[in-house]
């Protein structure tokens, strides 16, 4: 099977992609990246982050944050629409639910750098009130996480901050 790439942070939110970005995905499908992180660093790209996503929900997922250049823009509108994305994006995470029963790890059987760096995104989902719910369907993802978790590195790699993430849930 051929090496598949996942481009863990794109920024495909920008205006320089606004005429193209069909066409930046496709050229990234041909070139063997098969899966995209598109990131949104405030409430407006946070939406189009996501909007963005759901043209090729196969390979493509979206953040949804407020990066610290812009947090002055926060209010309380500002956390009801996360909210809202919130859940669009846990249906997003879902969604990748099947890929591992398929694999052990993230679209391979051999840990990767994808696992490093999907790993913290699911460590921290409860954290910005997105809870996996336990059921029939996400069981292949939440044996995943659970896998990773228990992982010496992972948990060496862990600041007393983080450590204290999944212990306040």
Not at 64 to 88: L, Q, T, V
Not at 117 to 129: D, Q, T
Request: net charge neutral; glycine share 4%; proline share 5%.
């Amino acid at each position: 099977m051929p090496f598949k790439l996942f481009d863990i942070g794109a920024n495909l939110t920008h205006k320089s992609f606004e005429n193209d970005f069909e066409e930046v995905i496709k050229r990234s499908l041909l070139n063997g990246v098969s899966n995209i992180c598109i990131t949104g660093c405030d409430l407006t790209d946070s939406r189009r982050a996501l909007s963005l996503a759901k043209k090729f929900p196969k390979n493509l997922i979206s953040t949804c944050g407020i990066h610290p250049h812009y947090a002055d823009s926060f209010n309380e509108k500002s956390e009801k629409e996360m909210m809202k994305i919130r859940e669009e994006l846990l249906h997003e995470i879902s969604s990748i639910a099947p890929t591992f029963k398929e694999f052990k790890f993230f679209m391979s059987d051999e840990f990767t750098l994808v696992d490093c760096c999907f790993a913290p995104i699911l460590w921290r989902l409860s954290s910005v009130g997105i809870k996996l719910p336990v059921n029939r369907h996400l069981k292949p993802l939440i044996d995943y996480q659970n896998s990773v978790f228990e992982r010496p590195g992972f948990l060496d790699s862990l600041s007393s901050i983080e450590r204290d993430l999944k212990s306040n849930k």
